[in-house]
C-alpha cells in the first residue's frame, strides 16, 4: 500500500542552474494525487552547505531546500533530510548548528525541525519538519 517515487534524474552543475531537477521533483509530487500527507526525503551526499565556504555538488544549498519546502512539500507533509557531519573542531557539536540552519533555510523558528539518528552511525542525522502551512 506505500507508494514511493523517486527522483533520480542525473545531477550536475548544469542541472542544478536550469532548475531542471527542481522541476522534475515538482512533477513527481505533482503525480502523486492523493489527500495523504507525503514524506519527501532529500537524500544529498553530505547535506546542506557549509555556511561559510563555497558549497559543492554533494551539497544541497539553501535556496534549494527553500524552494523545496515552498513550492512542492503542500500541508502535512513532512520534509526528511539528510546531514553528514560538519566539520567542527574537535569537541564541538555540529548538530545543532546545522539543525538551526535547516530550520532556517525553511523559515521555521527554532526548536520547530526534529532530529532522528541512531547509534550505527554516529555522524549521520536526520532532520525533519511536518509543514503545517
Same mark, same amino acid.
Given at each position: ?89 574537535? +569537541? ?14 525553511? +523559515?521555521?523558528?527554532? +526548536? ?5 539518528? +541512531? ?15
Amino acid at each position: 500500500g506505500v507508494r514511493i517515487k523517486v527522483v533520480d534524474s542525473v545531477w550536475s552543475a548544469e542541472v542544478r542552474k536550469s532548475s531542471a531537477y527542481m522541476q522534475d521533483v515538482k512533477t513527481k509530487r505533482a503525480q502523486l494525487s492523493i489527500d495523504s500527507p507525503c514524506i519527501i526525503f532529500l537524500d544529498p551526499d553530505t547535506g546542506l552547505e557549509p555556511p561559510k565556504s563555497n558549497p559543492k555538488l554533494e551539497h544541497v544549498l539553501e535556496s534549494e531546500l527553500k524552494q523545496i519546502w515552498k513550492e512542492i512539500v503542500r500541508e502535512d507533509d513532512v520534509l526528511v533530510f539528510y546531514q553528514h557531519k560538519a566539520g567542527r573542531k574537535k +569537541g564541538e557539536s555540529w548538530i545543532r548548528p546545522k539543525k538551526e540552519q535547516f530550520e532556517c533555510a525553511l +523559515g521555521l523558528p527554532k +526548536g520547530a525541525a526534529k532530529i532522528a539518528r +541512531g547509534k550505527a552511525a554516529t555522524d549521520v542525522v536526520f532532520f525533519f519538519a511536518q509543514n503545517y502551512r
